[in-house]
């Protein structure tokens, strides 16, 4: 009986291919290869689009930054031309009285 039931298990697996092993390997490498390319190329897009995003950003707060001052500067003036003019009217009124 012993022989019979090694017999059996050659014959089990001696019914698989014999390169079966090799090709399933040769299928199995490039794919994960193309996985990890994949995964490699999403890592390294989304990496350079949170750097532009940093960039333009940074641009924008920059011009935000540059539009205050010179509103702010705009305002200034504007109320010292206005404290001038006040004053100018103030002593015409003296000279006139």
């Not at 504007?78 to 003296?94: I, M, Y």
Request: with cysteine.
């Amino acid at each position: 009986m012993v022989g019979v039931t090694s017999s059996l298990g050659g014959a089990a697996e001696k019914s698989k291919p014999a390169g079966w092993d090799r090709t399933h390997l040769g299928v199995v490498v490039p794919l994960c290869v193309v996985v990890a390319v994949a995964i490699l190329c999403i890592i390294v897009a989304a990496l350079t689009s949170a750097q532009r995003a940093d960039d333009v950003a940074l641009e924008w707060e920059r011009q935000l930054l540059s539009r205050a001052v010179v509103n702010h500067g705009e305002w200034s003036l504007l109320r010292l031309k206005s404290a001038v003019q006040s004053n100018a009217f103030v002593r015409a009124e003296d000279i006139n009285n």
